[in-house]
């Protein structure tokens, strides 16, 4: 007897489920092939020895299933398009954009009606501002259309599903509908707006010669234009502001994107000899007024007026992301409260949070000329301040008051001016009492030397809170405040009392902490980096580092 082979013995087994099993078999032996070309080889003879006259239809082939499934094709049209305004608004975030714009943003949040096609864009620092901006729309999209909105379609992404915009569609009794993961096909009315809204910026910003920080102007530009010219969507029978609002919109007002003009000056902002108009740069169109918004080429200020004579046909002369870089940089941080900020950290710095010292040392060194990168930066601090508002200090209730400090230092950390930075923070009954993060008056020559002298900046400290504890009674004059130290050289350094050649140009003042080890006042202990808490006044950590090291601060 002839032994089966794999497939003909599954063919047999299956006999019941796949129907005709010469069918099937002739299937798995042509190497899985489709019901097509199995066809053509029976009715044309392209074999010879198949004993088959027609093809018939199984129903499933687990090979075929496992190895060559497709996805479901989709329609090109929805079968349950709204009925009315507002019934169906798609939603989609655009970004980030790789350069943002003068105010600081980099996304866009996109709502579209599903009957009239009339599109809402909001530009967004962030995605989560995107909750804001829905209720933002809600509110004039149903105050201009006498309508409800009733379902918000978009994917999952988790400005979409994040508990605030839950709670704001349950309170108002909108229902969401969510694409399944991986198919933005599914939400082809938001996703398609985006590319048209894109296209249309990317071509006016070519075409008036300006830099891609003006990609937020030609984005609202982009969106005004497009509610008011005919769309295929609706038949190109009207444009969505038509089917909006019921009005055919004016169109005699349009101008060209980026072109020049001159703008009036209203007689109570100039003076008898002033010129009456200030040249302009034309960036759109006014959301709240009938009037035009323009941007001053002098002062780069932004100015909504409707007086003013375009000039169509004239355009920047060159490419200002291509040459002018300090101009744009300095455009880009004009209206920045980036000092306001600093000042803020710095104070809660100062009063609570000891693990800021660091960062906001950092920051406050470009207070004078800040670029985007430092706002960035400080943005960063912000938000790890609204992940830790519940964070202080807190200290424990002992009989006796215990006091220690702790010092360290960068090595040439400022790597223009290669200066180091001291930090110090003193304990007491599990709390911080006192830190400090500060750059080096001079450079240091090796770490031995930086970390001297931050030792000695800490010593001074240390002589000081001595000096109040015993006003109050809670420290013996005779007890020693005990300093920690994670390089063995300075502690060496500063219990050595002989000259040493090596250090016979580190400043007198420096060597103070020589003098208070000699006089008993202070003991130096040295102790690992691991568990050194001044190690986060003077860098920038690892996260899991800065985690353990906050903990021991009692934050």
């Not at 608004?89 to 996109?110: A, E, I, L, N, W």
């Not at 894109?198 to 937020?216: I, N, S």
């Not at 209206?335 to 949070?353: E, H, I, K, Q």
């Not at 090595?411 to 009492?433: L, Q």
Request: glycine share 6%; proline share 4%.
């Amino acid at each position: 007897m002839t032994p089966m082979t794999p497939d003909e013995a599954n063919a047999a087994s299956s006999k019941d489920r796949q129907g005709d099993t010469t069918s099937y078999l002739w299937h798995l032996r042509l190497g899985h092939i489709g019901r097509g070309g199995l066809d053509a080889i029976v009715k044309k003879s392209y074999g010879v020895g198949i004993d088959m006259t027609s093809v018939k239809q199984w129903e499933l082939c687990d090979g075929c299933a496992l190895g060559k499934q497709t996805r479901v094709s989709y329609m090109k049209s929805s079968p349950n398009c709204a009925k009315q305004v507002l019934e169906v608004v798609h939603s989609d975030v655009c970004g980030p954009m790789q350069t943002p714009t003068f105010g600081g943003k980099r996304y866009f949040v996109t709502f579209i009606d599903d009957k009239s096609h009339f599109c809402a864009v909001y530009l967004l620092r962030n995605k989560s501002e995107v909750t804001a901006k829905f209720a933002e729309f809600v509110a004039f999209a149903e105050t201009q259309t006498g309508k409800r909105v009733q379902t918000l379609r978009s994917d999952n992404g988790g400005e979409y599903t994040s508990g605030a915009i839950a709670k704001f569609c349950a309170d108002r009794g909108i229902v969401q509908k969510f694409t399944p993961p991986y198919t933005p096909q599914l939400n082809g009315v938001a996703e398609r707006m985006n590319r048209t809204l894109v296209e249309c910026g990317r071509c006016m910003l070519e075409h008036a010669g300006l830099p891609k920080t003006y990609w937020g102007e030609a984005v609202m530009t982009a969106t005004f234009l497009r509610n008011r010219c005919p769309i295929r969507a609706i038949s190109h029978d009207k444009s969505p502001h038509q089917a909006w609002t019921g009005k055919k919109p004016p169109l005699a007002n349009l101008k060209v994107f980026g072109c020049h003009a001159y703008v009036h000056v209203p007689k109570a902002k100039r003076t008898k000899f002033d010129a009456r108009s200030v040249r302009c740069r034309f960036l759109g169109y006014s959301e709240h007024e009938k009037a035009y918004r323009f941007e001053e080429l002098e002062s780069s200020r932004v100015l909504v007026s409707r007086d003013a004579q375009f000039m169509e046909d004239v355009f920047d002369s060159g490419r200002r992301d291509y040459h002018q870089r300090e101009v744009v940089h300095e455009d880009t941080m004009k209206n920045v409260p980036y000092r306001s900020a600093v000042g803020a950290l710095m104070y809660l710095m100062v009063a609570t949070r000891p693990d800021l010292a660091a960062a906001v040392g950092m920051l406050s060194q470009f207070s004078a000329d800040p670029c985007p990168t430092h706002w960035q930066a400080l943005k960063r601090v912000l938000r790890y301040l609204q992940a830790t508002p519940t964070h202080g200090l807190e200290f424990s209730r002992e009989d006796s008051v215990s006091m220690c400090g702790y010092s360290d230092a960068d090595w040439a950390g400022d790597v223009e001016s290669r200066r180091s930075t001291s930090g110090y923070a003193f304990m007491m009954n599990g709390g911080c009492i006192s830190w400090r993060s500060k750059k080096q008056r001079t450079v240091a020559l090796s770490s031995t030397e930086a970390e001297y002298m931050a030792l000695s900046e800490a010593t001074q400290e240390a002589v000081w809170l001595k000096v109040f504890l015993c006003e109050l009674g809670e420290m013996a004059s005779d007890e020693a405040v005990k300093i920690y130290e994670d390089n063995q050289g300075s502690i060496a350094l500063a219990k050595n009392p002989q000259f040493h050649k090596r250090t016979k140009h580190i400043d007198i003042r420096y060597h103070f902490v020589r003098e208070k080890v000699e006089d008993g006042q202070v003991v130096l202990q040295y102790v690992s980096t691991t568990d050194m808490l001044a190690d986060i006044m003077t860098k920038a950590i690892a996260a899991v580092q800065f985690s353990v090291l906050r903990t021991k601060y009692s934050l």
